[in-house]
């Protein structure tokens, strides 16, 4: 079994509203007649695929001056609720508008200890913000490393549209992670392109993990492979940016073209051990 470290639980409904949700469709060629109906159906394709558990993901742009983003916010509250639903099926990370000055702090709080949320998404290019900005940014991470809530940062390119990739490049992380050394962070995506970076990162700071989410096993750069096999093969988690990409697809893919490739023991820390290091359990 294992724990898909990076998903959406978007409805078709709540997609086709958001004109940046839409044109990531388009990057990923998906046919949106396709998509989740309702987050039910998230649990049954995990079930399909033999996936025991998933992070859901938040988000909250309600304070970001992008007018292309104002319906792409997701209530902590909702996706709390969705978790409970699922029992220990689903981990919930909030969202939180860094824009929004001391509220993002306090809703992440509320977050926390009210709603029993286990982490923080952050989406660098949807807010508009660097991650090493230190007014809005750091009073964010001091909660998160006094409360031991891991992050997750969306690194590198975007398939959503309306937003600049300049803010999500994998460098700014490392000033980040240099501050606050017990911070745990997950940077997605592996920071594609930019991800010789995102390695360097992790490999100076020994709380960053490295999610391959968002791409078909097959297509992982092999640039990759020998510090997945080697030095930082305990710090990569397997995730699939559903529904962008949907489990099934995923683990097949990974049977037939990326399995092979990993040494004994990898793909065990990859599919599930890793996270269990992030997530404390």
């Known amino acids: 079994m294992s724990t898909d470290f990076h998903v959406h639980p978007w409805t078709r409904a709540f997609m086709r509203k958001n004109g940046p949700i839409v044109k990531a469709c388009n990057f990923f060629k998906l046919d949106m007649a396709t998509l989740p109906a309702s987050t039910d159906q998230l649990l049954s394709e995990m079930d399909a695929a033999g996936v025991e558990r998933s992070v859901i993901l938040g988000q909250d742009t309600h304070a970001t001056p992008n007018p292309s983003f104002k319906n792409y916010t997701m209530k902590n509250d909702d996706l709390a609720a969705i978790a409970k639903r699922a029992e220990d099926r689903l981990v919930a990370f909030a969202g939180v508008d860094p824009n929004a000055g001391r509220d993002a702090v306090k809703e992440l709080r509320r977050a926390s200890l009210e709603l029993g949320m286990r982490g923080l998404k952050v989406h660098s290019s949807a807010n508009s913000v660097y991650p090493n900005d230190r007014k809005k940014m750091f009073p964010i991470y001091e909660f998160c490393q006094e409360r031991s809530l891991p992050i997750l940062f969306h690194t590198g390119t975007t398939g959503l549209g309306d937003c600049e990739i300049k803010f999500s490049k994998p460098e700014f992380l490392d000033e980040v992670c240099q501050s606050f050394p017990d911070l745990r962070v997950v940077m997605a995506h592996f920071g594609w392109p930019w ?71 990898v793909s065990e820390k990859l599919l599930r051990l890793n996270a269990r290091a992030v997530l404390g359990a």
């Open 195 to 265: 991800y010789d970076v995102t390695v360097a990162v992790a490999l100076r700071n020994p709380n960053v993990f490295i999610d391959v989410s968002g791409w078909k096993p097959k297509y992982i750069p092999q640039g990759l492979l020998p510090y997945m096999n080697g030095i930082l093969q305990d710090r990569f988690l397997f995730g699939t940016d559903y529904p962008m990409l949907r489990h099934a697809a995923w683990m097949d893919d990974f049977e037939s073209s990326l399995r092979p490739k990993l040494r004994p023991g």
